[in-house]
């Protein structure tokens, strides 16, 4: 394989790096929203705690949001 070839294959993999890390962080995310809705739909939740987990749930949605577009980048 000629040197050129290498740099282009070494190129392609530290570009998907990232991209793969995004994903995994989008990965953890969507469970972290699927805790705060068990919490939500959970009839014996309090109603503070329901609050914090609709809160959290929130703005875990809008950070998948943000990351979502940068995935699609």
């Given at each position: 394989?000629?040197?050129?070839?290498?740099n282009?294959?070494?190129?392609?993999?530290?570009?998907?790096?990232p991209?793969?890390?995004?994903?995994?962080q989008?990965?953890?995310?969507?469970?972290?929203?699927?805790?705060?809705l068990a919490v939500?739909?959970?009839?014996?939740?309090?109603?503070?705690?329901r609050?914090?987990?609709?809160?959290?749930?929130?703005?875990?949605?809008?950070?998948?949001?943000?990351?979502?577009?940068?995935i699609?980048?």
């Amino acid at each position: 394989m000629e040197k050129k070839d290498r740099n282009v294959l070494k190129e392609r993999f530290n570009s998907t790096k990232p991209l793969d890390d995004l994903k995994e962080q989008e990965i953890k995310l969507q469970c972290q929203k699927e805790e705060e809705l068990a919490v939500i739909q959970d009839e014996n939740t309090m109603p503070f705690a329901r609050e914090a987990a609709e809160a959290q749930f929130a703005e875990i949605n809008d950070d998948q949001m943000r990351l979502q577009t940068h995935i699609e980048e």
